[in-house]
C-alpha cells in the first residue's frame, strides 16, 4: 500500500506562493524598467505594509480597519438574522418561498458597482450624507442574504423525513420548539459552508462598496484609504492598502477553511 505523506501538500503550497511572489517581481521589474511605479516589488509593499500599519500613519489605518470591520459585522448579521428567519419561513412554507424568488433573483443579478452609484446619489446631500458611510452595509446585505436564505431553506427542505414525522406527532415541525430545538441546529450543520463562504464574500463587496462610495462625509474605511491614494497620486500605496484588504479577507475566510475541513474527514 502506497505510503501517504502528509506534509506534501505544505510544500505545493509553498511553491504555489514562491511562484506567485516571483511573478509579482517580474511584473514590478518590468514595469519600472518603462518607468511606470504602480506595482512596487513584494519585499517593497510589505515594507509599506508594516510602515501602514505599525508606523507612519498607524492610527489612522486602525481607525479604517476599524470602521470597515463595523460596517462588515453590522451587513453580516442583519443578513444571517433575515436570511435565517426568512429561509426557514421559506422551508416550512412553499408559497413564501415562491413568494421569495423575484426579490432573490434581482439580489443575485444586480450590479452591486451600480447599486452603490445610484444609492450615493440619491442619498449625497447635506442632510441624508452621513449615511454614505453605512452603504456597505446595505451591498453585504444584498450579497449575502440570498446565500444564507438558501442555505435554511435548503436545509429545512431536505431535513430527516422521520424528524419531521416525530415533530408532526410532538406539536408540529412550525412550532417554535421544532424550530429551536431541531430544525435551526440541523439547518445550522447543513448550511454552516454556505455560511462561511458568504463571510469572505460579504468582505470583499464590503471593501468595494468602500472604495466606490469613499466621499469626504463617509467615515474612515479600507476601501476609503484606497479611493484616496489613487485621488490625491499615491498610485503606490494601492498595492499596500489592498494587501492589507486581503490580509482582512483571509481573516474572515479563517471559518470556510476550517468548515471545509471538517467535511472533509
Known sequence: MKKTRPFLPYVFVASGVVFLLGLWAIVAAILKSQGNMVILYPHESFARVFEFLFLEGAAKTWTAIGWTTLRFVIGFVISFVLGGLLGSLAGLHQWFKHFMKPTLGVMKTIPTAAVVILIVATIYGPKNAHLITYVPCLLIFIVAFPLIFEAFRTALENENPSVLASLDLDGGRRSWMALTKVLWPDAFAYARLSI???????????????????TSASKPSVGGLISNAQSSGAVEDILPLALIALLLMLIIDIPFFIVRSKKAK
Do not use: H
Open 196 to 214: 462561511a463562504q458568504s463571510l469572505g464574500l460579504s468582505m470583499k463587496v464590503c471593501i468595494m462598496s468602500e472604495v466606490l462610495s469613499a
